[in-house]
């Protein structure tokens, strides 16, 4: 006989079970294998879950990081807007790009307050009044980029084609007319200019062989102190020294001048802007801080503005000695005596020309009537203090004769006693006419 085959079971039942077993079985659910394994899937995530005790402890962690690196760096600064150029487009609208990175810091650094740039500087009336005996009579007439260019433009009205740019030596054509008329919209951007980026026609000026006439073109006498130290950071970067120093000269220091003497103080975009100029340390010298001193009208505000710039930056000896022998060497004004003794003061290892200039410009006020400024002794008490092991015996011997002519009731014996305290170099200097 065959084998009989089991019967198979479904569900733990018997496949031929009498009916009423099958309609009860068929009443309840059973459990299969897929939901067993969800079921299993299900508690090995509950098991995954952090406990009320561990989530506390990691917030609080968290908490203490984020606290000690606000401690550090301080809070995070919100984004400034961008700003575009096109229709519709307001001043602050974001283009989508990247902010500055420097602007943050530009922004944070504008809330210090007592930094010296931003509050009115007192100034003594008696140094004050000293100072504008020194002062150039005739000075000669400032220009700027503006009285330049219509300059350029009246000599040539009816040849435009062929008027040699001053400095690229190319021809200055007549401008599209579309050209112009972006331009005259970046002017509109920038008289209104706070924060966010500049538009990029701007930024291109700077590659541009007749940037002069562009720049006219958006009048930067009409930008805000924020569009200008914007600018002033796109010139400086782009420019080689020669136009740097053009559009310091031409732009940055009459703007700078101009704030100083309505407001009585520098507005602290245009002070980061002088500070910023300084990376062409070369432009910086021969466009801001010598024109200055030329004019003969430097004001003892201006100068004392000007001059917490070289002492806040770090600059070369070279730029800082070749400042000193120009100063050194041409007409006296009170403010020259600022510069100089806040170049003094750097304690650079000078070169023996520079020093024996210095000495010259002292010797030279043997015979002056007017009273001299207290800046003047302060000046001369600042060489005797930091390059007195410097000197030769006949020049200190001169610079002595030279105190009894120009006397200090509190500032010549404190300079007397610096030269006779030290040794002289074993180098001569020049000879000096005691005459």
Same mark, same amino acid.
């Given at each position: 006989?065959?084998?009989?085959?089991?019967?198979?079971?479904?569900?733990?039942?018997?496949?031929?079970?009498?009916?009423?077993?099958?309609?009860?079985?068929?009443?309840?659910?059973?459990?299969?294998?897929?939901?067993?394994?969800?079921?299993?899937?299900?508690?090995?995530?509950?098991?995954?879950?952090?406990?009320?005790?561990?989530?506390?402890?990691?917030?609080?962690?968290?908490r203490e990081q984020q606290e000690e690196?606000?401690?550090?760096?301080?809070?995070?600064?919100?984004?400034?807007?961008?700003?575009?150029?096109?229709?519709?487009?307001?001043?602050?609208?974001?283009?989508?790009?990247?902010?500055?990175?420097?602007?943050?810091?530009?922004?944070?650094?504008?809330?210090?307050?007592?930094?010296?740039?931003?509050?009115?500087?007192?100034?003594?009336?008696?140094?004050?009044?000293?100072?504008?005996?020194?002062?150039?009579?005739?000075?000669?007439?400032?220009?700027?980029?503006?009285?330049?260019?219509?300059?350029?433009?009246?000599?040539?009205?009816?040849?435009?084609?062929?008027?040699?740019?001053?400095?690229?030596?190319?021809?200055?054509?007549?401008?599209?007319?579309?050209?112009?008329?972006?331009?005259?919209?970046?002017?509109?951007?920038?008289?209104?200019?706070r924060s966010g980026k500049l538009p990029?026609?701007?930024?291109? $000026? +700077?590659? #541009?062989?007749?940037?002069?006439?562009? /720049?006219? %073109?958006? @009048?930067? !006498?009409?930008?805000? &102190?924020?569009?200008?130290?914007?600018?002033?950071?796109?010139?400086?970067?782009?420019?080689?020294?020669?136009?740097?120093?053009?559009?310091?000269?031409?732009?940055?220091?009459?703007?700078?001048?101009?704030?100083?003497?309505?407001?009585?103080?520098?507005?602290?975009?245009?002070?980061?802007?002088?500070?910023?100029?300084?990376?062409?340390?070369?432009?910086?010298?021969?466009?801001?801080?010598?024109?200055?001193?030329?004019?003969?009208?430097?004001?003892?505000?201006?100068?004392?503005?000007?001059?917490?710039?070289?002492?806040?930056?770090? $600059? +070369?000896? #070279?730029?800082?000695?070749?400042?000193? /022998?120009? %100063?050194? @060497?041409? !007409?006296?004004?009170? &403010?020259?005596?600022?510069?100089?003794?806040?170049?003094?003061?750097?304690?650079?290892?000078?070169?023996?020309?520079?020093?024996?200039?210095?000495?010259?410009?002292?010797?030279?006020?043997?015979?002056?009537?007017?009273?001299?400024?207290?800046?003047?002794?302060?000046?001369?008490?600042?060489?005797?203090?930091?390059?007195?092991?410097?000197?030769?015996?006949?020049?200190?011997?001169?610079?002595?004769?030279?105190?009894?002519?120009?006397?200090?009731?509190?500032?010549?014996?404190?300079?007397?006693?610096?030269?006779?305290?030290?040794?002289?170099?074993?180098?001569?200097?020049?000879?000096?006419?005691?005459?």
């Amino acid at each position: 006989m065959p084998k009989t085959k089991a019967s198979r079971q479904a569900g733990g039942r018997a496949k031929h079970a009498p009916l009423a077993e099958q309609i009860l079985a068929e009443d309840s659910v059973q459990p299969g294998a897929r939901e067993k394994r969800r079921a299993r899937g299900r508690g090995a995530e509950e098991e995954e879950y952090v406990g009320p005790r561990l989530s506390r402890r990691i917030l609080q962690q968290a908490r203490e990081q984020q606290e000690e690196l606000e401690a550090e760096h301080g809070p995070a600064a919100p984004r400034a807007p961008a700003t575009r150029l096109g229709p519709g487009a307001q001043v602050g609208e974001s283009d989508g790009e990247d902010e500055d990175e420097e602007w943050p810091t530009l922004e944070k650094a504008a809330e210090m307050v007592g930094s010296g740039y931003d509050s009115e500087i007192t100034v003594n009336p008696e140094d004050e009044h000293a100072i504008e005996m020194f002062m150039s009579k005739n000075p000669p007439l400032r220009r700027t980029l503006a009285d330049i260019i219509m300059e350029k433009l009246t000599e040539k009205q009816t040849e435009v084609e062929t008027v040699m740019s001053e400095v690229s030596g190319c021809p200055l054509p007549q401008l599209d007319p579309r050209i112009l008329e972006v331009y005259k919209g970046v002017k509109e951007v920038l008289s209104k200019y706070r924060s966010g980026k500049l538009p990029k026609a701007f930024k291109i $000026i +700077p590659a #541009l062989s007749n940037w002069e006439q562009i /720049l006219y %073109i958006t @009048e930067p !006498e009409s930008w805000t &102190a924020a569009a200008m130290y914007q600018a002033t950071r796109i010139f400086s970067s782009n420019l080689k020294d020669k136009m740097a120093q053009r559009f310091y000269n031409l732009v940055l220091l009459p703007r700078v001048r101009d704030d100083i003497a309505e407001y009585k103080r520098l507005n602290f975009h245009l002070y980061m802007a002088l500070k910023k100029a300084l990376f062409k340390t070369g432009a910086w010298f021969k466009g801001i801080l010598i024109p200055l001193c030329e004019s003969g009208t430097c004001t003892l505000r201006e100068a004392i503005i000007v001059g917490s710039i070289i002492t806040k930056c770090s $600059i +070369p000896v #070279l730029h800082s000695s070749a400042a000193m /022998l120009k %100063i050194a @060497e041409m !007409e006296y004004s009170g &403010a020259n005596s600022i510069f100089l003794r806040l170049l003094l003061d750097k304690k650079y290892a000078l070169p023996f020309r520079v020093l024996d200039a210095l000495v010259f410009h002292f010797l030279a006020f043997r015979t002056e009537q007017r009273k001299l400024p207290v800046l003047w002794h302060q000046s001369l008490l600042t060489l005797a203090q930091r390059y007195k092991a410097d000197l030769t015996t006949e020049q200190k011997e001169a610079l002595l004769e030279l105190l009894r002519l120009q006397p200090h009731p509190q500032l010549s014996p404190e300079i007397r006693r610096e030269l006779l305290s030290a040794t002289a170099r074993d180098v001569e200097g020049p000879s000096v006419d005691m005459d």
